[in-house]
Nanobody, 130 residues
């Protein structure tokens, strides 16, 4: 089992930046990739970004590309999501997820699927006002 704990969500204003954190515990040696998804009220959960834990390859949803950076700290078993130039449409609950099956050559189409992830955190709320 892998436990995920997100933090960093808050209320903020358009144009601001924030950094979300997700720390993994438990059987962290099994983690091969980590991703961020978000879900706004009444909408389906959507992919935001992912990072392959072993080679550092990163993948981003088009809506956040250029505004988001996913990074990792292997020593802390933590993944970060830096979001800049926030927009009201970024308002959502952001979820961290861990994958234990990815291969080194896995690409965007693989990591963008919620079914690729085996463990999920409880989420952290981001609210962006205009």
């Amino acid at each position: 089992q892998v436990q995920l704990n997100e933090s960093g969500g808050r209320e903020t204003q358009a144009g601001d930046s924030l950094r979300l954190s997700c720390t993994a515990s438990g059987r962290t040696f099994s983690v091969r990739a980590m991703g961020w998804f978000r879900q706004s009220a009444g909408a389906e959960r959507e992919f935001v970004a992912a990072i392959n834990w072993r080679n550092g390859n990163t993948f981003y949803f088009d809506d956040v590309k250029g505004r988001a950076t996913i990074s990792r700290d292997n020593g802390k078993n933590t993944v970060y999501l830096q979001l800049n130039s926030l927009k009201p449409e970024d308002t959502a609950r952001y979820f961290c997820a861990a994958n234990t099956r990815a291969i080194l050559t896995a690409g965007y189409d693989y990591f963008a699927r919620s079914g690729a992830y085996d463990y999920w955190g409880q989420g952290t709320q981001v609210t962006v006002s205009s």
